[in-house]
């Protein structure tokens, strides 16, 4: 078969042919491209740009286990209990979704995410607060440019219905205040009667020192760095936890309140006083909860409150806090009537 070619196309083949391309796939490679700019030639070359920037895009990102590095990295400032959770959230993902560690994350998709959600975590509480960790990872990788968007963003959030949490009943305040005096000399006294007459979390209960309690003045000062929710708040010394401080009080400022390896402890008191067994479970957060429900009996204030528990408005007080049902004798409580002191 004999074509003959016309200068053009004789120097469009020689072209080709130095690009090291074969003349076929070439061919193919420029028709697609005329094909995808509509027959117009600018169109076309603007197609292999865009499609050119995109692959470099593409190819700009990491692992989702490099990303989590990174965004730990970012997060080292933190507090405490701020960085394990996302220490721990982050490797829980990545241990129960097989070849999620290795993913790139500019090719993770948001039915992705939500599917990693469910298969990491069990409960609608713990799969929202995965849900924000897991935004957190991506909106680091955005921000490096390892993807463009937080796939998180179009993942529903997982709808928690509060419960309230139940409180401690008369006696049960009674055995835990009797175990607290018998263990250890009372080192743990001042500890607890903090989280059950000031409501202050255990976790925040081991980042204080005695230079944050002020007797005189009847007031803890909870340091923006040492709170859950980083805001410093002044919380008040009521008569019976004054009673237990002016007992315990260390004269060193600079001591923790909380002796040496605090959680373990404060478990060993659960223990002693009937709880944490398989048929009797402490309730998560049981003496905040309890001090919320006695507060609000006695002082009739959810303002007051609101301000001595940390909160940023009543609405978790009013759903989930409170229970004013079990409260028997408030008075009885702020007054240390009828319970075994510390």
Not at 159 to 164: A, T
Request: aromatic content about 8%; proline content about 4%.
């Amino acid at each position: 078969m004999n074509i003959e070619l016309s200068e053009e196309e004789m120097a469009a083949l020689v072209l080709l042919k130095r690009s090291g391309v074969p003349a076929l796939e070439a061919a193919q490679v420029a028709c697609a491209a005329i094909q995808s700019g509509n027959g117009r030639t600018k169109r076309a070359l603007r197609c292999i740009a865009a499609g050119a920037e995109e692959l470099r895009k593409q190819e700009r990102t990491v692992s989702f286990e490099k990303a989590v590095a990174f965004a730990l990295e970012a997060r080292r400032e933190r507090r405490v209990r701020t960085v394990y959770d996302f220490r721990y959230f982050t490797r829980r993902f990545m241990k129960r979704c097989p070849g999620l560690a290795r993913r790139k994350v500019r090719a993770i998709s948001a039915q992705e995410c939500a599917r990693y959600i469910e298969m990491a975590f069990d409960t609608p509480r713990q799969r929202q607060k995965a849900r924000l960790i897991l935004s957190g990872v991506f909106g680091t990788a955005v921000k490096r440019g390892w993807c463009s968007e937080n796939p998180v963003a179009r993942v529903e959030a997982p709808r928690v219905v509060e419960k309230q949490v139940p409180i401690l009943t008369p006696q049960e305040i009674c055995d835990l205040k009797q175990a607290v005096k018998n263990y250890r000399n009372g080192s743990c006294a001042a500890a607890v009667g903090m989280m059950l007459y000031a409501g202050i979390r255990p976790h925040e209960v081991a980042r204080l020192t005695w230079a944050q309690v002020d007797l005189r003045e009847r007031a803890i000062y909870i340091l923006p760095q040492h709170s859950k929710t980083g805001g410093a708040r002044r919380v008040t010394i009521h008569k019976p936890l004054l009673k237990i401080l002016r007992r315990y009080k260390e004269s060193t400022y600079e001591k923790k309140i909380c002796p040496p390896n605090w959680l373990h402890h404060w478990r060993e008191l659960r223990h002693k006083a009937g709880w944490d067994s398989p048929a009797r479970r402490w309730p998560q957060d049981a003496l905040r909860h309890t001090f919320a429900s006695y507060h609000l009996s006695h002082f009739r204030s959810y303002a007051e409150l609101q301000l001595e528990i940390g909160h940023r408005d009543a609405t978790l007080l009013r759903t989930r806090y409170v229970d004013q049902r079990p409260v028997v004798n408030a008075g009885d409580f702020w007054e240390c009537r009828g319970q075994s002191a510390a």
